[in-house]
């Protein structure tokens, strides 16, 4: 035990204590300690009342490690008749969980409700803040002691996790004198990174010295914490700190935090205070200097590093036309609201940089694209966003209109065209012309090589580049119009790239993305199949980029291309093109994982096994189903070993007899016919039996028959240990052992003289193998009878 004394004659004490859980749940913590104090009013015979405090902890892996929150202001304070009592528990949370906060009853024995408690009497009201915490009472009628409770609630992700309770003595007291008051406090929200300098004044209406003093989680942080107050001045009633917290980036999170604020008087007579929190949301800092780098349809964008470790990475968002969006200091994540929509993802392997190509699919023409990055900390929370980017896609010069595939061979045939280049200034640029056409093995230009440079008539508007391997691919082209004469280029280059049928094999199908880096937008695609080398047969017309082609046979060859129709803008008015894709191969195959089968399990106490039950799902996704893996660990916090293989598709249960413990965590996969596995369902064997069990005989008589004080049988299989401690009538210890079969023989320990037929009290800590490990219950205390004839009692 820790003791600590505290001001107005209180004290501190902490008790430590280490215990294991069984497993997952939700347990109660009851602690009491005998009497409360004498007088309280609203508690009826408080000091023959026990003072009980109870916390819930959830136990669940799928939450993750959690840390219950800190009460860090102890609850000391006096209050007066008539004047305002404020109090607030400076609840702090390690990992950022949310609380709130409620009025509960004050408990008594067992954790139940004292009988006849009421609520301390107010002349307005009692109240707590659900958010704050701020415990308000307005204003005690009567002089004496009174108990209130707060319930402190955790959650995490809309689930509840725990709660602690605040059971606290208020002390009211007869005096003239008034608490002080505290100036408003503004809500801080903060770019991590950045310092807060808050200046806090209170005030006092009787003129009396004031201290100020501050708490929080803040001051206790690992990492650049926040300062104690720094005073400012200080005068007759009237003291002014400053209250100082170099943030970091560590510091970001999605609850905000929480610092009281304390103000307390030096009357002769009592002391008096005022609380108020200080609340303060630590944002994470906005990505700096983004840019935007147009290209015929496409954007890349790129930005500095915010310079935090605890980035994930960067969400892109794109809106077209530029906003009137004004970033607020206290709201993160809300871009979507502003028309935004977030169209890709940047983890921090990448370098700060992310190509908008719509997916694929290509920017459009004549459209205004505006960009904001926010960088994603841990638990999926962003910070601030970037400043807007805006910029419009370069036209092309010249504008390419066509590259469409004409032969399907290793020496094959791809078929460019363009418009002839009018949108340049000629007096500047007035010739002799000559086109540059280069070659790119990819859909977004890498690393173009020249490949052309023959054509030196602008209105040469075609070309067929041959040969080329069109089995193989993607290909991306630039054409470049040259004035000879300068030696210059004129304008940005024209880019566009053959259209690529992706094909993603599967289970009697393949799946069809087309993908394409083109100034025009593709409406419609002609798809074409062969299978086996036959002749090519029209499939279907997609109007979207995805297509799923059915029916198919598996391990059978299939050949794909497609004929795409998409328009485009030139000069105001609207063209057709019409563009032939390459060619693709692809054999489906049966990927598909089976459905799970669900998992339970059944513990058996009295024998000694588990049964596990599963069963498929309603429907055909079972089918294929030829056999179950079975998976297990005594421990649940383990990763499963292979148990067993059932190789039957219609046997759906299994008896298991553990060798550790009966409690453990066990998973189930379905496999097909062709070893496509589903994924694992996992069930846990509730650690429910307590096996341990003693008989209350025995006859030392040397007959061969219950001569030993020994376990029932096979209940200490699953013991580590024990400590087994039997006393006779008059508390002597007898015997002791942390043998778990125990065997004890009836003798006196260190003698070879049998112990007198009688009635034997023992007490046996055992230590049982559990799911979560070895696991200390409740001590077992009983009686045992030892029962022998006279004549087998004689001493050797």
């Known amino acids: 035990m820790e003791l600590v004394y505290l001001p107005n004659n209180y004290k501190r004490n ?167 008051v505290n100036d408003p406090l503004p809500a801080l929200c903060v770019e991590a990174g950045k310092k807060i300098s808050l200046l806090v004044t209170s005030r006092d209406q009787d003129n009396d010295p004031l201290s100020h003093k501050v708490i929080g989680g803040p001051l206790g942080l690992a990492t650049s914490p926040a300062k104690n107050l720094q005073l400012i001045s200080a005068s007759a009633g009237t003291i002014t700190s400053l209250f100082t917290w170099q943030t970091v980036c560590q510091h970001v999170r999605k609850q905000p935090y929480e610092v009281i604020l304390k103000a307390e008087d030096n009357n002769p007579h009592i002391s008096l205070v005022d609380m108020d929190p200080i609340i303060i949301d630590v944002l994470g800092p906005a990505p700096k200097n983004v840019t935007a780098e147009p290209a015929t349809n ?197 880019i566009a790239s053959t259209l690529l049928p992706e094909l993603t094999p599967t289970d009697q199908r393949v799946g069809i993305h087309f993908s394409n880096n083109t100034p025009w937008q593709n409406n419609s695609y002609d798809i074409y199949r062969s299978e086996e080398g036959g002749a090519f047969v029209p499939v279907a017309t997609s109007f979207s980029k995805d297509y799923d082609d059915k029916n198919l046979v598996n391990g059978h060859s299939y050949d794909y ?102 409690g453990g965590a066990y998973g189930i996969v379905a496999v097909d016919s062709v070893g496509n596995r589903s994924e694992m369902i996992k069930a846990i064997a509730a650690d429910s039996c307590s096996l341990y069990d003693l008989p209350n005989v025995f006859t030392p008589n040397g007959d061969g028959i219950n001569d030993l004080f020994v376990p029932v049988k096979n209940t200490y299989q699953y013991v580590e240990k024990v400590s087994m401690k039997i006393f006779n009538r008059y508390g002597v210890l007898v015997f002791e052992t942390e043998d778990p079969k125990i065997r004890w023989d009836g003798k006196m320990m260190n003698t070879n003289k049998l112990a007198a037929p009688g009635v034997y009290y023992y007490i046996c800590d055992v230590w049982e193998r559990r799911s979560v490990g070895v696991f200390l219950g409740a001590p077992k205390v009983g009686f045992v009878y030892l029962l022998a004839d006279k004549q087998h009692n004689k001493t050797d």
């Open 14 to 180: 902490t008790y430590k204590s280490e215990h294991t859980f069984p497993g997952p749940g939700a347990y109660d913590i009851v602690v009491e300690d005998p009497n409360r104090n004498y007088g309280v009013k609203n508690i009826p015979n408080s000091v023959f009342t026990v003072f009980t405090i109870k916390s819930t902890l959830v136990i669940n892996a799928e939450l993750g490690n959690n840390t219950t929150p800190v009460l860090l202001n102890p609850p000391i304070d006096m209050a007066a008749v008539h004047q305002l009592f404020v109090h607030n528990p400076a609840a702090y949370d390690a990992e950022g969980d949310s609380l709130s906060y409620d009025l509960t009853m004050c408990l008594g024995e067992d954790g139940n409700a004292i009988p006849g408690y009421t609520l301390p009497p107010a002349s307005k009201s009692l109240t707590v803040n659900a958010v704050t915490g701020d415990l308000v009472w307005d204003s005690p009628t009567d002089s004496g002691s009174y108990n209130v409770a707060i319930n402190v609630m955790e959650w995490r992700n809309g689930i509840k996790i725990g709660n602690i309770v605040r059971d606290m003595q208020i002390d009211v007291r007869n005096t003239t004198n008034h608490p002080p």
């Open 298 to 494: 496409a954007v890349t964008l790129k930005w500095e590093s915010c310079g935090c470790s605890n980035i994930k990475g960067y969400n892109i968002y794109r809106k077209v036309d530029s906003s009137k969006f004004v970033v607020d200091s206290c709201r993160t994540g809300i871009l979507n609201s502003a028309g935004f929509i977030k169209i890709g993802f940047a983890d921090t392997t990448q370098s700060n940089s992310f190509i908008d190509n719509n997916q694929g699919a290509g920017l459009t023409q004549g459209e205004l694209y505006c960009y904001r990055v926010a960088a994603v900390f841990d638990g999926d929370l962003e910070g601030y966003p970037s400043e807007e980017v805006c910029t419009p896609l370069v036209p092309g010069l010249p504008f390419i209109c066509n590259v469409s595939v004409d032969s399907d061979a290793e020496n094959g045939e791809i078929s460019l065209a363009w418009r002839i280049p009018t949108n340049f200034d000629a007096t500047q640029f007035p010739g002799p012309y000559q086109y540059y056409i280069s070659r790119s093995n990819d859909l977004w230009g890498g690393d173009f090589k020249l490949i052309n440079s023959s054509l030196t008539s602008i209105t040469d508007t075609t070309f067929v580049d041959t040969p080329i391997n069109t089995l193989a691919g993607p290909y991306s082209y630039m054409i470049e119009l040259f004035d000879v004469s300068k030696g210059m280029r004129v304008g940005y280059p024209g």
């Open 561 to 662: 291309y497609a004929i795409s129709h998409g328009t485009y803008n030139y000069n105001d008015i609207q063209y057709s093109t019409v563009n032939r894709s390459l060619l693709r191969n692809i054999k489906p195959y049966d990927n598909v994982p089976p459905c799970a089968p669900s998992l339970s399990v059944t513990v058996s106490c009295d024998s000694l096994f588990n049964v596990l039950h599963w069963a498929l799902p309603n429907g055909s996704c079972g089918s294929d189903i030829a056999s179950y893996i079975l998976f297990y660990s005594n421990l649940v916090d383990n990763p499963l070993d292979s148990l067993t293989t059932i190789p039957h598709h219609d046997v759906f249960s299994f008896k298991h007899f553990p060798s550790l413990n009966l």
